[in-house]
């Protein structure tokens, strides 16, 4: 059987899991709704990075659309994330050498 060396897992578990933090921070995504109307841009952290409304969204006066356009904005940019970060996680677990991983 091959040696299982824990002290290196670890060590390699970190290293991704540092990796990870940095390419967290790196991260961002841009979503939209209504054509456009609202965009929301994010970083890998889910952290609202800005917010974006087209001032004719304003001037309709519709407040309850507006704020329906901006939930579904910040939702869609926080599902990138989600998508994003999986991608590179998976990517990062087949890395350590782990069976079935």
């Given amino acids: 059987m091959g040696g299982f ?3 290196e897992l670890m060590s390699k578990a970190k290293s991704q899991y540092d990796a990870l933090q940095k390419k967290m921070q790196e991260t961002v995504v841009e979503a939209s709704s209504g054509g456009g109307t609202v965009t929301a841009k994010m970083d ?3 952290q609202l990075l800005s ?3 087209d ?4 001037k309709s006066g519709d ?3 507006l704020q329906d356009l901006i939930v579904a904005a910040v939702n869609e940019a926080a ?3 989600d998508a994003q970060m999986q991608s590179t996680v998976g990517g ?3 890395g350590l050498g782990l069976p079935g991983l």
């Fill in 5 to 7: 060396n824990l002290q």
């Fill in 63 to 65: 407040v309850e659309m």
């Fill in 51 to 53: 917010l974006r409304i």
């Fill in 44 to 46: 890998g952290r889910k």
């Fill in 55 to 58: 001032a004719e969204a304003v």
């Fill in 92 to 94: 990062m677990l087949g």
């Fill in 79 to 81: 599902r990138k994330v």
